[in-house]
């Protein structure tokens, strides 16, 4: 008698997206050395409190945004210690203007990266787009927004259950309004 295979259960979207975000923050850490970017501490060096200074990876443009797949690009990141990133003043999350200005003349690149694409969004709950993100991230590499926009293009969202009652009209023309003479 021949066996079933076991069909492999899919990592839910959450959990995928820990990974990616861990394996972002390795890669922003990782191009910087394990140093702060903005004062240049290195990772378990002994800080101003007496304690090993632990490196964190900080976004310029917030990962809260829907469906922005710049929350997993390794340029819109620095490595910053606790202090720089959220502790001190000034610092990344308590002083905004001192991290853009810090950005555009340490970091011009990174600063037009983001802002030339901050607008992009694709579905981040495709499996396909989110393998594409994981296999840059680990590659420690950039990620390649167009291939991202040709995937989302090429996989339209699933319809939604249930519809709205005017799910059956046609909408493809509209009519044209006849004028009086």
Same mark, same amino acid.
Request: proline share 5%.
């Given at each position: 008698m021949m066996k079933k295979k076991?069909?492999? $259960?899919? +990592?839910?979207?959450?959990?995928?997206?820990?990974?990616?975000?861990? &394996?972002?923050s390795e890669a922003v850490r990782e191009r910087a050395?394990?140093?702060?970017?903005?004062?240049?501490?290195?990772?378990?060096?002994?800080n101003v409190n007496g304690k090993k200074t632990k490196i964190?990876?900080?976004?310029?443009?917030?990962?809260?945004?829907?469906?922005?797949? &710049?929350?997993?690009?390794?340029l819109n990141g620095v490595a910053?210690?606790?202090?720089?990133? $959220?502790?001190?003043?000034?610092?990344?999350h308590r002083d905004p203007i001192t991290t853009i200005t810090w950005l555009i003349e340490n970091h011009p690149e990174r600063y037009s990266f983001v802002l030339n694409n901050s607008y992009i969004r694709v579905n981040l709950r495709?499996?396909?787009?989110?393998?594409?993100?994981?296999?840059?991230?680990?590659?420690?590499?950039s990620l390649d927004l167009e291939k991202l926009k040709e995937i989302d293009e090429a996989s339209p969202p699933k319809p939604k259950?249930?519809?709205?009652?005017?799910?059956?009209? +046609?909408?493809?023309e509209s009519p044209t309004p006849q004028k009086d003479q």
């Open positions: 076991k069909k492999k $259960k899919l +990592d839910p979207i959450p959990k995928i997206n820990r990974r990616l975000f861990r &394996l972002w050395g394990h140093k702060c970017e903005y004062c240049g501490i290195e990772k378990g060096a002994i964190d990876a900080h976004h310029f443009l917030s990962r809260d945004i829907h469906n922005c797949p &710049l929350k997993f690009e390794i910053a210690c606790p202090f720089c990133h $959220k502790w001190g003043i000034p610092s990344f495709n499996r396909k787009i989110l393998a594409e993100i994981e296999k840059s991230l680990r590659n420690k590499e259950m249930g519809g709205s009652l005017f799910d059956d009209e +046609d909408t493809t």
